[in-house]
């Protein structure tokens, strides 16, 4: 017997929840459906098979359903790749900005170096990222001790 369709519905059940709340999760529901797959068995009087395993699935509802139940929840290390994946990708909409802006400017006045709009995009970013880190992580903790 196979267990693919509990694997693929667990992971589509936990795709957005962070490490540790994805294996309590996935212990929990894989728990579940064998035993929700043992009692439909007893009731058809038949043994657990696939069959069995993929309608107890189907009732248990679309796997979006159920991981609405759980409450959002991200461990430090996923929260850490998040912050890590936002800045990448600002990082690049800035150089390719700073670029796009670079060579409109060589197409115009023929003889500037596109590097330095590169730099400057870089400088610009990390001053942008520097006041969002200040804003979001120091001032309101500044302002819940007051």
Do not use: C
């Amino acid at each position: 017997m196979r267990s693919d369709p509990i694997e693929k519905y667990i992971n589509n059940v936990t795709k957005n929840m962070g490490s540790k709340q994805r294996e309590e999760v996935a212990r929990e529901l894989k728990a579940h459906i064998w035993d929700s797959a043992d009692a439909l068995a007893e009731e058809k009087h038949v043994e657990v098979d696939d069959t069995i395993i993929q309608d107890t699935i189907t009732r248990m509802g679309p796997a979006e359903d159920i991981a609405a139940m759980y409450p959002k929840e991200k461990a430090g290390k996923d929260k850490i790749i998040d912050g890590l994946k936002y800045i990448a990708r600002s990082l690049i909409f800035f150089i390719v900005a700073a670029g796009i802006i670079g060579i409109v400017l060589q197409l115009i006045f023929k003889d500037i170096s596109i590097y330095p709009f590169v730099v400057v995009a870089i400088i610009v970013y990390l001053v942008i990222m520097s006041i969002h880190f200040v804003r979001r992580k120091f001032i309101p903790k500044f302002l819940e001790n007051k």
